[in-house]
């Protein structure tokens, strides 16, 4: 079975500074590796995985997480952040050839302005 | 395209009562899964259907909980008889196609809340 472990539950940052997010993943079997964002009101949005190919993946709106199979990690950075980001985080794993995403508890960033 | 919607956003109900939940997928979407947040705990999945057949029921927390999908479109959920633990959010997602990596969409969620 595969579990996540999000260690912080709450972020907070000033605008403008960098932060990451941590995720460490337990599994036996190979993995796809994702962060969930969700919003104020709103569903949750993918917002990068991580399939196969290069460790350092990036979103559009300028986050990045990399892949590290010996530390079992995938944290997520920025290295600015904005009021905007404000949001709940999610790291999710599922099982190469499975479906159902297997999530962490989740982290809140707050932004102080 | 219309997102994954879901209704009704908020429930509250009474401990012995019956709710049904429901979720309509992105058109086209042969993927349906529902997912369940208690409070303050991760996001748990429940089921996943391909078209109109449980492909995963392995989350389902017992025999309370009943899924459909009849037609291969919107799914429904029913908790019959709701108990106090059965409080959280309630998310539906869809994909496209059955494979893995391939990213689900949500909904807003249902918020249920058992008194």
């Not at chain 1, 979103?59 to 009021?83: M, Y």
Request: aromatic share 12%.
């Amino acid at each position: 079975a595969q579990s996540v472990t999000q260690l912080d539950s709450q972020v907070p940052v000033f605008e403008e500074a960098p932060v990451e997010l941590r995720c460490n993943y337990s599994s036996s079997v190979s993995v796809y590796l994702f962060w969930y964002v969700q919003y104020p009101n709103q569903g949750l949005q993918l917002l990068l995985k991580y399939l196969s190919g290069s460790t350092l993946v990036e979103s559009i709106n300028g986050f990045e997480a990399e892949f590290n199979k010996s530390q079992t990690s995938f944290h997520l950075r920025k290295p600015s952040v904005h009021i905007s980001d404000t949001a709940e985080y999610f790291c999710a794993v599922s099982k190469q050839g499975a479906q159902k995403l297997v999530f962490g508890q989740g982290t809140r960033l707050t932004i102080n302005p | 395209e219309a997102g994954v919607t879901q209704f009704p956003s908020h429930s509250v109900i009474e401990k012995g009562q019956t709710v049904t939940l429901r979720c309509d997928p992105i058109s086209g979407h042969d993927n349906l899964y529902w997912y369940r947040r208690v409070m303050g705990k991760e996001i748990k999945f429940l089921l996943h259907f391909v078209k109109e057949s449980k492909q995963d029921e392995s989350g389902m927390p017992n025999n309370r909980f009943l899924a459909e999908r009849t037609g291969g479109t919107y799914s429904t959920l029913k908790v019959q008889p709701a108990e106090l633990e059965d409080s959280g959010v309630y998310f539906c997602a869809s994909s496209q196609d059955r494979l893995a990596g391939e990213t689900q969409y949500f909904g807003p969620g249902t918020r249920l809340l058992v008194l």
